[in-house]
């Protein structure tokens, strides 16, 4: 809607320097209409409203894996590792 706005300043203001006939009010005219017609085309669109709060799941509360210690350290692996990656021993 500013853009509009703004866009719609420009045009008034090319209206208003083609039937002035005063000097200063046609420089006054070219200087609004720039500056608006600039802001009319470069002003950012706005930003889109956030997300909905129910949008995002919660985190599981377990954990995905399961893991088993190993016997030589006593460090939480992977159940399907047979080498511990800590202590390089077999689980």
Do not use: H
């Not at 420009?10 to 005063?22: H, K, P, R």
Request: aromatic letters at 10%; proline letters at 10%.
């Amino acid at each position: 809607m500013l853009r509009i706005t703004f866009l719609i300043s420009g045009i008034l203001a090319s209206i208003n320097f083609y039937f002035t006939e005063s000097i200063i009010v046609q420089i006054l005219s070219i200087i609004c209409l720039l500056i608006s017609l600039g802001i009319s085309v470069f002003w950012p669109d706005p930003l889109p409203p956030p997300p909905a709060p129910d949008l995002w799941s919660e985190a599981p509360e377990s954990k995905e894996r399961d893991m088993k210690l190993c016997s030589n350290c006593g460090k939480a692996v992977d159940q399907k590792w047979s080498m511990c990656p800590y202590c390089s021993k077999k689980v």
